[in-house]
Nanobody
Framework: QVQLVESGGGLVQPGGSLRLSCAAS????????MDWYRQAPGKQRELVAT???????NYADSVKGRFTISRDNAKNTFYLQMNSLKPEDTAVYYC?????????WGQGTQVTVSS
């Protein structure tokens, strides 16, 4: 059974930092590409960052230079380091992977950027 469990969200002031974690189980983590998505109120869920099994990364234009995705295969965990946070980064953040055409999502973690 595939499980993805996020942690690390919270309230932070503009310009601050947070690190999200996603612990995976039930998959061969090291061979999976992993993603972070986010969904703000009233908006569609959007792809934020991807890391492949070869650690190649890709980012949405809105977060390039501020967010960093990484992975620790020994811990079956991947991360999203978010720096220079802006109010428009406020959203529920979800970790995601796709296996044989099936999508798997974490439960989501709230990130709120506000003074």
């Amino acid at each position: 059974q595939v499980q993805l469990v996020e942690s690390g969200g919270g309230l932070v002031q503009p310009g601050g930092s947070l690190r999200l974690s996603c612990a995976a189980s039930g998959i061969i983590f090291s061979i999976q590409a992993m993603d972070w998505y986010r969904q703000a109120p009233g908006k569609q869920r959007e792809l934020v960052a991807t890391i492949t099994s070869l650690r190649r990364t890709n980012y949405a234009d809105s977060v390039k230079g501020r967010f960093t995705i990484s992975r620790d295969n020994a811990k079956n965990t991947f991360y999203l380091q978010m720096n220079s946070l802006k109010p428009e980064d406020t959203a529920v953040y979800y970790c995601h992977t796709r296996i044989s055409g099936d999508d798997y999502w974490g439960q989501g973690t709230q990130v709120t950027v506000s003074s």
